[in-house]
């Protein structure tokens, strides 16, 4: 996603050095990974789904991130969680009140 953001590609005859290939494939292996099922290590909510779940949303919200059906709603049983939107409250309310005090 950083190549990406800053415009860079790798070369497709240097791809095995970077780790990960390209962004495209990068895309098709965590797309195979959430549609796998509810999560990703099994029956459980993870830091692991946690962290690959804001990446996925945050990229999708910026455009380096295609928004793809499975994307969606993988990031939409995160955002929805009732941590998450507790936690989305508290974050506007200090926004809000650092706002009004400039």
Known sequence: MTNKALG???PAERKRMTGYGSLAEVLSAVEGAVTKGDY???GRFTSAYLYLGSAVGWG???GTVEKR???ER???RIRNRPAAIRAKEI???L???QQKSG
């Open 8 to 10: 860079f590609e790798v």
């Open 40 to 42: 990703l290590t099994g």
């Open 60 to 62: 999708m919200q910026f």
């Open 69 to 71: 059906p499975a994307f």
């Open 74 to 76: 993988f990031w939409d």
């Open 91 to 93: 974050d506007d309310k």
């Open 95 to 97: 926004v809000a009140e």
